[in-house]
């Protein structure tokens, strides 16, 4: 049974730092697009960032890009979201996810998806 599950997640001050795991178990993540997207209250779920199937060609929203860096761990099925600088508005639950054949930050696509993890960024 394909499965994803998200760690990570806790309470960090503006400025700090998180890394947020997304593992696999019942499939092989790098034959699948992986994306991390959040949700905060009130809001629709948006796309943070994917990392493609094969090549690892990596996309970020415009609100994390330089702050925030996925990466993929073949041999541990495990992809990673490094989280630097973080803002009160990063404050989300945040999701990973798999597809298999597209790349995108949209989230209907998606095929699998983890329970999520809490991020909070307050002082």
């Known amino acids: 049974q394909e499965q994803l599950v998200e760690s990570g997640g806790g309470l960090v001050q503006p400025g700090g730092s998180l890394r947020l795991s997304c593992a696999a178990s019942g499939f092989t993540l790098d034959d699948y697009t992986i994306g991390w997207f959040r949700q905060a209250p009130g809001k629709e779920r948006e796309g943070v960032s994917y990392?493609?199937?094969?090549?690892?060609?990596?996309l970020y929203a415009d609100s994390v890009k330089g702050r925030f860096t996925i990466s993929r761990d073949n041999a541990k099925n495990t992809v990673y979201l490094q989280m630097n600088n973080l803002k009160p508005e990063d404050t989300a639950v945040y999701y990973c996810?798999?597809?298999?054949?597209?790349?995108?930050?949209?989230?209907?696509?998606?095929?699998?998806w983890g329970r999520g993890t809490q991020v909070t960024v307050s002082s």
């Open positions: 996810a798999a597809v298999h054949f597209i790349a995108t930050l949209s989230p209907a696509p998606y095929d699998y």
């Open positions: 990392i493609s199937r094969r090549d690892g060609s990596t």
